[in-house]
């Protein structure tokens, strides 16, 4: 019997205003972001992103010693093997985004995981620590191979924030500076469906492996409509150069039809309640660094782009110059993203597998019908 499909309503506008799935995960409800209830605010005060990525995976904050535990199995996990660095050397660095290779290490990395199989419950916990723990030491392994410098190795007993400042540049980090880094990557943990969360819960319902839904996500997150918008703004205020010129660019972008990075939200209509906590940091770190031009510039960007459009900031709109505060190459800002984003992305993955059912939307047809072959020769 013909199948019976309504196509009336068919949506062809990136699927806005459609429940994919039910989540416990994280919600975006009007302006308040929450990781499995707490609020982000109430998360980035107190919490740590170890202690984030366990809630996020356990539906629960750990009490001390499950905490002791988790860190030290992430700070345990964050080693890469040395074969695996000896291959990671060879892959080409120049003229290529670290998004790209990024991409491609994760999706190596996957050869030498004895569980990259294994779908049990089990084996995906293990390869979650690994993946988390080890996101951070592939981004500071491909600073380090392109520059020509040795690939260090984490510190036992230091958190993951500490460690990517370690790794990123050596020396003892500024312990300032890992308190800031470490709330960004709380900011930057988890956030509903996004596109990249999608593209993970997309691969992982049709019971494919961690490494590869993995691998998806960092491809949807590089895109600059994503993730890779952190680093566009970096590049856009640059292109800017100085306060005076920032009205006009934003005008002569709207009058264009440019999209101005690091603005605008599918979801929060409202402000993003990342861009405020960032904002803060982006003021304070910038004049710090002896730059607080970047900072008011951005704020002119984001006073016009209000006031012309009614659009306000996302999370990757002050947290590009909070990065470039810190000394963080610009092409490494979504790298980053990735790194934090990847424990939300897990947790994503864990909830689909345990409730699957492959995604599987339909599209309407609006092509020719009852065309006819004919040879080459003759069209
Ligand atoms: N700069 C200029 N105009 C923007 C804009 C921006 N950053 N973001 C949205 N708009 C405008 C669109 O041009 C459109 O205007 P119109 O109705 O006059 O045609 C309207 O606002 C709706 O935008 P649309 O692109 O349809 O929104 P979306 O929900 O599909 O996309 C984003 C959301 C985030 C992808 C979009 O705002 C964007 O591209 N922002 C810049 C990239 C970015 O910062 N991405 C990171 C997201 S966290």
Same mark, same amino acid.
């Given at each position: 019997m013909a199948e019976v499909v309504?196509? &009336? *309503? =068919?949506?062809? +506008? *990136?699927?806005? *205003?459609?429940? =994919?799935c039910t989540t416990a995960v994280s919600s975006i409800l009007g302006n308040t972001l929450s990781y499995r209830g707490y609020t982000i605010e109430d998360l980035a005060s107190h919490s740590t992103f170890e202690e984030v990525t366990y809630l996020l995976w356990n539906n629960r904050l750990p009490n001390k010693s499950e905490l002791e535990k988790f860190s030290t199995e992430l700070n345990q996990n964050m080693k890469l093997a040395p074969d695996f660095v000896s291959v990671l +050397? #060879?892959? %080409? #660095? +120049?003229?290529?985004?670290p998004m790209a290779w990024l991409r491609t290490a994760v999706s190596l990395m996957s050869h030498w995981d /004895? &569980? =990259?199989g294994d779908n049990s419950i089990e084996a995906n916990r293990r390869k979650a620590l690994r993946l988390t723990a080890q996101m951070s030491s592939l981004v500071t392994a491909f600073e380090a191979i392109r520059n020509g410098r040795e690939v260090l190795a984490p510190k036992n007993g230091k958190s993951m924030a500490w460690n990517f400042m370690y790794m990123l540049k050596g020396g003892e980090p500024d312990a300032d500076l890992v308190k800031l880094f470490d709330t960004c990557l709380i900011l930057h943990a988890d956030h509903e469906l996004n596109c990249s969360a999608f593209a993970t819960r997309v691969t992982t319902s049709?019971?494919?492996d961690l490494h590869s839904a993995i691998v998806s996500a960092i491809g949807a997150l590089k895109g600059p409509l994503h993730g890779g918008a952190n680093e566009q703004v970096m590049v856009m205020l640059a292109k800017i150069g100085t306060i005076e010129n920032a009205q006009q660019f934003v005008k002569d972008a709207l009058e264009a039809k440019e999209k101005v990075m690091g603005i605008g939200h599918r979801v929060y209509k409202n402000g993003d309640p990342r861009a405020a906590i960032l904002r803060k940091f982006s003021e304070q770190l910038t004049k710090k660094i002896g730059k607080p031009e970047l900072y008011q510039m951005s704020v002119l960007i984001d006073d016009t782009m209000q006031k012309e459009k009614g659009l306000m900031p996302n999370v990757d709109f002050y947290s590009a110059t909070v990065y470039h505060a810190m000394? $963080? %190459? /610009?092409? $490494?800002f979504t790298p980053i993203f990735a790194a934090s984003r990847v424990s939300g992305w897990i947790a994503h993955a864990m909830e689909q597998y345990e409730k699957n059912r492959i995604y599987r939307p339909r599209s309407k047809w609006v092509g020719k019908d009852g065309l006819k072959w004919s040879p080459a020769e003759a069209r």
């Open positions: 309504n196509f &009336d *309503g =068919a949506i062809d +506008k *990136g699927l806005e *205003g459609v429940v =994919a +050397k #060879t892959i %080409p #660095t +120049k003229n290529v985004h /004895t &569980d =990259a049709s019971l494919s000394g $963080i %190459p /610009t092409d $490494i």
